[in-house]
């Protein structure tokens, strides 16, 4: 789960300082080779489009991760004891059993890393690769076409919601309903021997690339440059991170809760469409996002002065010109997550739950607050852990949209990645990383406690 703590652009910059020309890799190899010139050899670019694909995937992996570790773990091991009682190998039963069970962990999971691939603006825009998004950015700040740039944006949200409709449509008649009372007490499978180590190789040069080469370039970068570095700026840039994403992750998980909520009591097709048409926030450019948010709110202050106007009152730029545009545009972004996440974890708890409930009467307040929230007590913490790294690590929304003296880690970082000098704002990058730490190790404990 560490690389979920890593902003994307970091590591970008961190593997392009590392593997250019002039990097420690290529120059060590032309000393050990005897090699004068990039004739002489050949080595990949990191900065090109099979270079951001990896760099983004290093980071994102984690959400399916995370959300399928926590499908894993809500299944009953009877069912898989089962499976293998029928003659199925470990192997097999991962496959047609375990895996099946948790399609839409995944397809949730899936769609997560979707938007936020197809959203992405700092990785793709130091790696010099045209996708949608810089399309949007550089129509929009080069073309000054803020209409063109909407309708690009448009055919990201389309492309988005055809690839959704057609994964759900593909489902409808499924189902499946676990009962909470057979949670693992175990794990479903144990590796041994050569698969064990080969796991453990694997998984450890995952976290190698994705993580600890990355950190460690960053502590260098850190100690080196200690002197540049060092700001008492940093711990204010901090707090402000930290208000920001924890105000949001509140805000977006009581959301889902209620709508998710609503569409389970409902029981018809039509409460779907809020909750679809929600998420779809998430696959928004920060950029387009930005103006999304902005002209509404501009529009209800100027709305609000005209009619103080005799009054003599002026409210100004009380919301445009504050943090609240960039909360509001966190949550309009990050619902998504949330909303999968709890979606996934609501789906599993039996309606037959919700019929016991009703039949000692209790309300269906009631019902979610003494039955549901209970069981969902997992996926509501992955969902706010994802949410708050998140918020720490975005970015084009808070460049647009941050008022005056407001600065975040992000921004202050980005400055600095943008200017090809990561290493003045080595410490606060790697702030970024630690705070990441602190939900990381409590979404972790939890995940590992033995129900």
């Given at each position: ?84 009682l029928m003659g199925l190998s470990p192997w097999k039963s991962f496959f047609k059993v375990s895996l099946v069970l948790s399609r839409g962990a995944i397809v949730a999971a899936l769609a997560l890393i979707s938007m936020e691939t197809m959203a992405d603006f700092a990785t ?105 570095a060092w700001s008492s700026e940093f711990f204010s840039y901090a707090w402000q991170s930290l208000k920001v994403a924890g105000v949001v992750s509140l805000v977006t998980i009581t959301l889902s809760i209620l709508v998710v909520f609503y569409q389970r009591v409902a029981k ?76 996934s974890s609501f789906l599993r708890i039996s309606p037959s739950l919700d019929m016991a409930s009703q039949s000692m009467g209790k309300s269906q307040g009631q019902t979610l607050r003494l039955i549901h929230l209970p069981l969902l007590r997992r996926g509501l913490l992955t ?69």
């Amino acid at each position: 789960m560490l690389p979920l703590a890593m902003p994307t652009y970091i590591i970008a910059y961190v593997y392009t300082d590392l593997l250019d020309y002039a990097g420690p890799v290529q120059i060590t190899l032309r000393k050990w080779f005897g090699w004068q010139s990039p004739n002489d050899y050949w080595f990949f670019d990191i900065r090109t489009l099979p270079g951001a694909i990896v760099m983004i995937a290093l980071v994102l992996y984690p959400y399916l991760f995370l959300i399928f570790k926590t499908a894993l773990r809500e299944q009953s091991f009877k069912l898989v004891q089962a499976s293998q009682l029928m003659g199925l190998s470990p192997w097999k039963s991962f496959f047609k059993v375990s895996l099946v069970l948790s399609r839409g962990a995944i397809v949730a999971a899936l769609a997560l890393i979707s938007m936020e691939t197809m959203a992405d603006f700092a990785t793709v825009s130091y790696f010099a690769v045209s996708t949608l998004t810089t399309a949007v950015y550089d129509t929009w700040f080069g073309y000054y076409s803020l209409t063109a740039a909407a309708k690009i944006s448009g055919v990201m949200l389309l492309l988005l919601f055809l690839a959704l409709m057609a994964e759900r449509f593909s489902r409808r008649d499924q189902a499946v309903f676990e009962r909470q009372s057979s949670v693992n007490s175990e794990s479903l499978y144990i590796l041994k021997g050569k698969s064990g180590w080969l796991a453990t190789a694997f998984c450890s040069f995952i976290l190698l690339i994705s993580f600890v080469i990355p950190i460690a370039v960053l502590i260098n970068y850190a100690v080196t440059y200690f002197g540049k570095a060092w700001s008492s700026e940093f711990f204010s840039y901090a707090w402000q991170s930290l208000k920001v994403a924890g105000v949001v992750s509140l805000v977006t998980i009581t959301l889902s809760i209620l709508v998710v909520f609503y569409q389970r009591v409902a029981k018809q097709t039509y409460p779907l469409i809020p909750g679809r048409l929600a998420s779809t926030g998430y696959a928004l450019p920060g950029t387009v996002l930005a103006i999304a948010v902005l002209l509404p709110l501009t529009l209800l202050e100027n709305t609000i002065n005209t009619v103080l106007e005799p009054y003599n009152l002026d409210i100004g730029l009380l919301l445009s010109g504050s943090v609240f545009t960039i909360i509001i545009a966190y949550i309009v972004r990050f619902y998504a997550i949330a909303h999968g996440a709890i979606e996934s974890s609501f789906l599993r708890i039996s309606p037959s739950l919700d019929m016991a409930s009703q039949s000692m009467g209790k309300s269906q307040g009631q019902t979610l607050r003494l039955i549901h929230l209970p069981l969902l007590r997992r996926g509501l913490l992955t969902a706010a852990l994802l949410v708050f790294i998140e918020c720490m690590k975005e970015l084009p929304a808070a460049l647009l949209l941050r008022p005056f003296g407001f600065e975040s880690l992000a921004t202050h970082v980005f400055q600095y990645v943008s200017d090809e000098q990561l290493e003045l704002a080595s410490i606060s990058a790697l702030f970024i990383v630690i705070v990441g730490f602190i939900p990381l190790y409590f979404i972790n404990r939890s995940m590992e406690q033995r129900s």
